[in-house]
């Protein structure tokens, strides 16, 4: 399988991809990821961390910046890092996409270049979170469809239970709508349309409303909002876990007494952190186009591009993708 990668793309560009794709290929033998870039402007050190028989080089003299308008910048900058990168996957020349780049743009070049899936209304950019018990939450929509209407929740919520089924193995997923109440007729009309749609398919274990506050409970494994809630309750929790690890390891260091009860509870306090750390969950995929797209964090370091690199490569060979589209196509039916 080929995997291809904006290496351009993100805070930590273009190191961090880099490094995170030699991890991969030095690990996993079935994998060839393709680096997009301009090899010419990199240091020589990444040039030879990336000499290796499984990464090959693509060049784009090219970058999309964060603040660039999206669709302009795709339209514009078609030699980019970004748009290569997923004209790429077009050409079949790569079976999935990374990028931590321009949120937007990743986006607009997705629906631009690739298209929808069959039958899909609006993708979904989703995020990977943390949780209390269980394996963490898929949580969508973060960001790309601000004003959804109540079968696109639906939608989201068919794929992101496939999603979760078939990379992360989770036995009958539990999908729950995101909401100010438990009770069914809370919420705008949109939720309680969306409640109606995910409560009658039988396919779907679907266990109602779930307040913002249990988010992280592991009651649900998919979690399905609107685009503007999404984003607002994932960056509150990102921003609340490193405040808190913050002021804790202020804490711990004080003084010299804080100092030796840090020493007896570090490896209980760096296994929360790393569990609680979003480079540890890596990239997250936009689900509902027509091909295979992962955003990564805009500060995603090599470890996330590993991480995601890795869940790309489960989503190629399980063909969730696959899975995805026929579950649409028989709902069309």
Request: aromatic share 6%; with cysteine; glycine share 10%.
């Amino acid at each position: 399988m080929k995997i291809v990668v904006d290496v351009m793309g993100g805070d930590l560009a273009p190191g961090a991809a880099i490094t995170g794709a030699r991890a991969l290929v030095d690990e996993r033998h079935d994998v060839t990821v393709l680096l997009v870039g301009d090899r010419s402007k990199m240091p020589s050190e990444l040039v030879q961390r990336s000499t290796h028989a499984q990464l090959e080089w693509i060049e784009a003299d090219e970058v999309i910046d964060t603040s660039e308008p999206p669709v302009k910048a795709v339209r514009h900058k078609t030699n980019s890092s970004l748009v290569k990168t997923i004209r790429l996957v077009k050409q079949g020349a790569a079976d999935a996409a990374i990028s931590a780049g321009n949120t937007g743009a990743l986006m607009a070049a997705g629906l631009f270049v690739l298209g929808r899936l069959p039958g899909i209304e609006r993708p979904a950019l989703s995020a990977i979170l943390p949780s209390f018990a269980g394996w963490g939450v898929l949580l969508l929509d973060v960001g790309a469809n601000l004003e959804p209407r109540p079968v696109q929740l639906y939608q989201y919520g068919v794929m992101a239970s496939i999603y979760c089924r078939e990379v992360y193995e989770v036995d009958n997923p539990k999908v729950a709508l995101l909401n100010v109440g438990v009770e069914v007729e809370k919420g705008p009309q949109l939720i309680q349309e969306a409640h109606h749609l995910l409560a009658r398919d039988p396919n779907l274990n679907f266990i109602g409303n779930l307040e913002p506050r249990e988010l992280l409970q592991g009651q649900a494994d998919v979690v399905v909002t609107e685009g503007f809630a999404g984003n607002v309750a994932l960056k509150a929790i990102e921003g609340a876990a490193r405040d808190i690890f913050r002021e804790v390891r202020a804490a711990l260091v004080g003084s010299m007494k804080h100092k030796l009860g840090a020493l007896l509870v570090q490896d209980g306090f760096l296994a929360l952190k790393n569990r609680w750390d979003y480079q540890e969950q890596g990239g997250a995929p936009l689900l509902g186009l027509n091909q295979i797209v992962y955003k990564c964090h805009g500060s995603s370091d090599p470890r996330a591009f590993y991480k995601t690199l890795m869940r790309a490569s489960d989503y190629l060979v399980r063909d969730a993708h696959g899975r995805i589209r026929e579950r649409i196509q028989e709902g069309a039916q």
